[in-house]
């Protein structure tokens, strides 16, 4: 029997054939407002209080205490949590990226200190913006997902999409392409108001729904309605 990681996220595991597999490693792409952060925070905030898998946030953009006081709006104490080691927060600021990079031990340390399960990193782009040849973000993009997949974790990378290529959208760095599933999030303007959408584009090894649902952040986070035409 597969072992499948459930989100927790209500409708998306409908779409997914249960959960992502165990070990995988997932781009979570977007435009710029479309509920990535969310998503992922949701994805580790429902692992450390539902299915007992301790999380690890690695956060290479926005600060820390910003993310906490943010998702306090859907009842999330990450503080508490991460008091708790139920969720380990790390941050490394755009100018530390290179830090990053050196310590995978660091990094490894933590996953097996806690027994981590789920690991995040938001955004993963940050990881390359620094690399103007093309060949050399390749092979720091293969690295990094040799290195996450070694780790056992289940891995959420966000990405923020910059157009669609053969309809299929992708970010600026083509992340995707190399990832094991890609779920993609829509904001999109209809007359006078914006819609948002969730769609699963890839999912390795996984019978998944083709359809575009439409989402809604609720005061308890992110929700897929799988049925509903968007």
């Known amino acids: 029997m597969e072992d499948r990681v459930k989100t927790g996220i209500a409708g998306l595991d409908e779409l997914i054939e249960g959960g992502f597999n165990r070990g995988q490693v997932i781009s979570v792409s977007g435009a710029s ?3 990535k952060t969310t998503l992922a925070v949701q994805f580790l905030v429902n692992g450390a209080t539902i299915y007992n898998e301790p999380g690890l946030y690695i956060t290479l953009g926005e600060q820390k205490k910003q993310i906490f006081a943010n998702m306090l709006r859907y009842g999330w104490d990450l503080k508490k949590l991460e008091e708790e080691r139920k969720i380990l927060f790390v941050e490394y600021p755009p100018y530390e990226i290179e830090v990053f990079l050196s310590q995978e031990v660091v990094i490894r340390d ?7 399960k789920r690991l995040v990193i938001d955004p993963v782009s940050s990881l ?6 093309e060949q050399k973000r390749r092979e720091r993009l293969l ?12 891995s959420l990378m966000t990405s923020e999409s910059v157009g669609i290529d053969n309809e299929v ?6 992340v995707e392409l190399f990832s094991d599933g890609i779920v993609y999030l829509y904001n999109v ?4 108001e914006r819609q948002r959408a969730l769609e699963v584009i890839k999912l390795r090894g996984t019978k998944h729904s083709n359809r575009i649902c439409p989402i809604e952040f609720t ?3 992110i929700e897929v309605y799988a049925n509903k035409e968007f």
Do not use: I, Q
């Open 110 to 116: 933590s996953v097996e200190m806690v027994g981590v």
């Open 189 to 192: 303007r209809r007359k006078n």
């Open 169 to 174: 959208p992708l970010g600026k760095f083509e």
């Open 33 to 35: 407002g479309s509920g």
């Open 143 to 154: 690295r990094l997902l040799e290195r996450l997949r070694s780790l056992g974790c289940t």
């Open 128 to 133: 390359l913006m620094g690399y103007g040849d």
């Open 219 to 221: 005061d308890h986070g």
